[in-house]
């Protein structure tokens, strides 16, 4: 089973991805599990109302709001929390895209609609033997959506990233300035380094920061502030450009 991943930034830049390993997927998707029983058993306790009523109905209810939590728990997570669900949170791994960027909403929902073939044995035998001779260690929902499980490094500078662009400004805006000359080549180095920051080992943090930012940010009148960290500046500058050209 492999133990690293490793790609080539656009930067230049090597990034090694720990594989999260078979004993930590589990464990957490058995907490993952002991949450959605919870969620059904509360669910549960409310169709016996309507089953008292309509025997059918609450039998049908029961079946598509199960449903819905076995799907929605995991596709909602993982889109809305960068990757994660609460069992992978406990277990320090996390779901990206296979180049390091992180998972989509859209990838999200494939790599978790494919666990309904998890509840045939033979489909989730083949999904567990896909983990042990794939080169990115990937079940059969990471391969259909070219994601990967990640452990969580530990020696990176701890900087909590929005990485999703939304409509909504970001609280530092007014700090970036109108942005009216930023190019797209230069927006999309930022958003790469936005996106790729958390991965990267601290030296190279550092370095690209001097690399990649500073000069777009000196040819743009961005300044530095000693209570914001340059990383911030980043996020606001790319939702910024993105709203405004209509890239979101």
């Known amino acids: ?114 666990r309904l073939g998890d509840m045939l044995p033979s489909f989730y035998t083949l999904g567990l033997m896909a983990m042990f001779f794939t080169e990115k260690s990937q079940r059969l929902g990471d391969l259909a959506a070219n994601t990967i499980v990640v452990r969580e490094r530990r020696n990176v500078d701890p900087v909590p990233l929005s990485t999703a662009l939304t409509e909504a400004e970001h609280p530092l805006e007014e700090l970036v300035g109108d942005l009216r000359g930023m190019t797209i080549e230069e927006y999309l180095a930022v958003k790469t380094l936005c996106d790729r920051y958390p991965d990267m080992p601290g030296y190279v943090q550092q370095r690209l920061l001097k690399e990649v930012w500073l000069p777009v940010a000196n040819r743009h009148g961005i300044g530095s502030y000693m209570d914001v960290h340059p990383v911030y500046l980043m996020e606001a500058t790319v939702m910024k450009y993105a709203r405004r050209h209509g890239l979101l």
């Open 1 to 114: 089973m492999p133990v690293e991943y490793a790609i080539l930034t656009p930067e230049k830049v090597a990034i090694k991805y720990p594989l999260a390993g078979i004993g930590s997927r589990v464990g957490a998707y058995l907490i993952d599990t002991i949450v959605m029983a919870i969620l059904i058993y509360a669910v549960s306790m409310l169709t016996v109302l309507i089953a008292l009523v309509s025997p059918g109905m609450g039998m049908l209810m029961m079946a598509v709001l199960t449903l819905v939590i076995f799907l929605g728990y995991h596709i909602l997570l993982e889109a809305l929390w960068n990757g994660q669900t609460l069992g992978k949170k406990a277990f320090g791994i996390r779901v990206k895209m296979a180049d390091g960027s992180p998972v989509t909403p859209g990838a999200a929902f494939l790599r978790n609609i494919l």
